[in-house]
């Protein structure tokens, strides 16, 4: 974060995977609003993460201005892994290079994100409105795997499979995600909503693809109905163990808080140790003992719908 007389200047990084998309590159980068961003007090790096493209993927996203990082390891969740890494910003927001997430809505999104205090917003391309965006096959599908998601993590997103989001730094620090592939994208949501992160869907325009789809329907669609049990069955084992009595968002939100004076380090090292210090030990009921309840995302922080 910089500060500068009269004011702070908060720092944004784009993350974009790309795979053979130097024929979208143009369009996308010019649809990144930076003037309106940077009058909004927004310092903004693009990082483009060239995915083992056998175009000029990588050149032109250069030439254009962005910081390229390459990832010789194809998939969407290895792509997203390596820009993360790569990005400075106090705040990530996503989208594909494909021209159908609308980038020029930023300054819009940054307002609701700060405005509601949200951590972690993801956004809903599912409305009527967009259905000429996206084939009835893959709208089925999008619906099915939603509901599904819905129904085993209990968080109310209507939009599962959404590749825009935008949240602060301290949730992806938080969370463990480690699809490699298309279900990181359901995988970081249901994440940062169970580990209790101030979560808010806005449903957002979507646009026609330009150039090749990438998306292999079936495969792609397996995988993320595994992932989709793989992680509600290591959530439900996390959620026996003590460790998982301290809400994860809290202790993220203290070690974001640590970070700049020395008094703010040792006032979330207090919070955490306070916090550990009762999940470690049973509280009195009626004179018995019992172990403190498990929290949560909705004890910690509720789901807002927009």
Known sequence: MLVLLGGTLRSLSIVIPALNEAENLPAVMASIPRRELAQAGWTTEVVVVDNASTDDTAK???QLGANVVSQPNRGYGNAYQAGFDAAT??????GDADCTYPFDA???LLHILDARKVEFMTTNRLGRENRHAMKPSHTYANHALSALSR?????GLRDSQSGMWIFQRHVWEGIEVTSPGMAFSQEI???????GFRCLEVPIEYRVRGGEVKLNALPDGVANLRQLFEHKLRDNRLRTEPARMVPVAAVARANAAAEPPAEAAERAAALVAELTAKAAGPVPVNGSLRPLPVPRAADEAPLEMA
């Open 89 to 94: 910003g106090d705040v990530i927001a996503t």
């Open 106 to 108: 930023l300054p819009h």
């Open 151 to 155: 129904a085993l993590f209990r968080n």
């Open 60 to 62: 032109i996203a250069r």
């Open 189 to 195: 949501k249901n994440a940062a909503t169970r580990a």
